[in-house]
């Protein structure tokens, strides 16, 4: 059976596994492959932005839309970026914090296709 997301080791799980998937990806894998070198100290922010939003953890410093601001990406790429997180949540978890998991990434990839849109 499945549990929500409550604790930090949940929120690592989630991102490790979400993003070992998107990594391997022939869609959106070669983006992230190019642009990230080092995954270790990505991954953590990442942590650290799902933890901020979905615990309230307030451990996320930065601005991710100025970063992805002129990016070569379209609807194509958010849709296989939403359909791999949204799978990975349902493969890992269930409940109120899952569901509003789900619920933000929607949010952010509609933001987010709108912030890239325009140039850096």
């Given amino acids: ?3 929500d997301i409550t604790t930090e080791e949940d ?3 989630l991102v490790h596994t979400f993003y070992a998937r998107v ?3 022939n869609i959106i894998g070669p983006i992230f492959n ?3 070198h080092d995954w270790d100290t990505h ?11 979905l615990l309230y953890t307030k ?17 194509v790429h958010f849709n296989t970026w939403l ?3 949204n799978k990975t949540i349902d493969d890992l978890f269930a409940g109120e914090t899952a569901q509003a998991a789900k619920n933000r990434a929607q949010k952010i990839s ?11």
């Fill in 59 to 75: 451990t996320y410093e930065g601005d991710p839309m100025s970063v992805h601001r002129g990016m070569a990406i379209d609807t």
């Fill in 83 to 85: 359909s791999i997180f």
């Fill in 23 to 25: 990594r391997e990806d």
């Fill in 11 to 13: 929120i690592k799980q």
């Fill in 110 to 120: 509609v933001v987010m296709q709108h912030v890239v849109s325009r140039p850096a």
């Fill in 43 to 53: 991954l953590q922010k990442l942590c650290n932005f799902w933890s901020t939003l």
């Fill in 1 to 3: 059976m499945l549990t």
């Fill in 34 to 36: 190019s642009r990230i």
